[in-house]
Nanobody, 136 residues
Framework: QVQLVESGGGLVQPGGSLKLSCAAS????????IGWFRQAPGKEREGVSC????????YYADSVKGRFTISRDSAKNTVYLQMNSLKPEDTAVYYC?????????????????????????????WGQGTLVTVSS
């Protein structure tokens, strides 16, 4: 079965850094487009950063560009999100996702994120999320 598990969230002060991890099992992550999404309380889930299966240039939301970096480690079958210069508005539950259909994932990553009634956009795999809280 296909499974993704996030880790690395926690409480940090404004200006601090965190590195999130997303470990994949049951499939080879290199063959999938990957992405990070986040959802703040009372708000819709939004795309943060995504990377095509072909390992082209990544997409970053305007709100995080220059501060966040997405990457993958093929040997560890893991996706990372390095978050620097964190702001209180970055507080959210962060989710990783993967799909063999590159265009489908990228379309959901870029606004508007039309994730549908189930909230998953029909993507192959979602993690359970990890909470990031940025507060002094």
């Amino acid at each position: 079965q296909v499974q993704l598990v996030e880790s690395g969230g926690g409480l940090v002060q404004p200006g601090g850094s965190l590195k999130l991890s997303c470990a994949a099992s049951g499939f080879t992550l290199d063959h999938y487009a990957i992405g990070w999404f986040r959802q703040a309380p009372g708000k819709e889930r939004e795309g943060v950063s995504c990377l095509a299966r072909s390992s082209g240039s990544p997409y970053y939301a305007d709100s995080v560009k220059g501060r966040f970096t997405i990457s993958r480690d093929s040997a560890k079958n893991t996706v990372y999100l390095q978050m620097n210069s964190l702001k209180p508005e970055d507080t959210a539950v962060y989710y990783c996702a993967a799909d063999r259909r590159e265009l489908l994932l990228l379309r959901l990553c870029v606004p508007p994120s039309l994730l549908g009634p189930a909230g998953d956009g029909g993507l192959d795999a979602w993690g359970q999320g990890t909470l990031v809280t940025v507060s002094s």
